[in-house]
């Protein structure tokens, strides 16, 4: 993670009663928060985060139990309680000794009402992407109209239209429609 952010973050590990697992990288998620049978309190990230995706993966998730504990697990995982106790948890660190000049303001722009994950934030993903170690991946706008490309579980897809944001893509082997947003990373295997 960002060296200014240190500090601040293991001050959040401490005061929370924290368990933090750092784990192997899963493709559907970047981290999770969940309270262990004992009463501890759990929660992974995946090592294969940038250390400003991780950063705020990890506070994300420190704000899931913060909200949980303050207002009890009946709210909505990621509703406006949740919302809120992530926008506090996260203002400390949104400042130009932890986050880049030009990441910032997408950062910013973001917690104005921040989503269940940065990911659906196609141009904040984007920015943030651009500190993840060289792959020879695509993103689905970069490719044409027509495209074939293989997505992470090996399923072929045809790109199709563009929605207002999202892009529709024809499933290869069913024929089934499906949403992708512009910055979803795929293999590209024939355009």
């Known amino acids: 993670m960002p ?8 001050s959040l590990i401490k005061e929370n009663f924290v368990h933090l697992k750092i784990v192997g990288d899963r493709v559907t998620r970047h981290g999770d928060y969940r ?7 759990q929660i992974t990230v995946n090592a294969s985060l940038n250390k400003y995706r991780f950063l705020i993966t990890l506070v994300h998730e420190i704000a899931h139990l913060v909200a949980f504990e303050k207002y ?6 990621h509703g406006l309680e949740w919302k809120r106790t992530f926008q506090l948890l996260m203002l400390p660190f949104i400042r130009p000794e932890i986050f880049p000049g030009k990441v ?27 500190f993840d170690a060289a ?57």
């Open 35 to 41: 309270k262990l049978p004992n009463g501890l309190h």
């Open 72 to 77: 009890g697990r009946r709210i909505k995982p």
């Open 135 to 191: 792959t020879n991946k695509t993103y689905v706008f970069q490719l044409p109209l027509g495209s074939i490309f293989r997505i992470y579980n090996g399923k072929l897809f045809k790109k199709g239209n563009k929605r207002i944001k999202r892009y529709e893509c024809i499933e290869l082997s069913t024929g089934k429609t499906y949403i992708f947003q512009p910055n979803t990373e795929v293999e590209l295997i024939k355009d």
């Open 104 to 130: 910032l303001p997408l950062i910013a722009n973001h917690f104005k009402n921040p989503r269940a994950s940065s990911d659906t934030d196609a141009k904040l993903s984007l920015a943030l992407k651009q």
């Open 3 to 10: 060296e200014r952010a240190v500090q601040p973050c293991a």
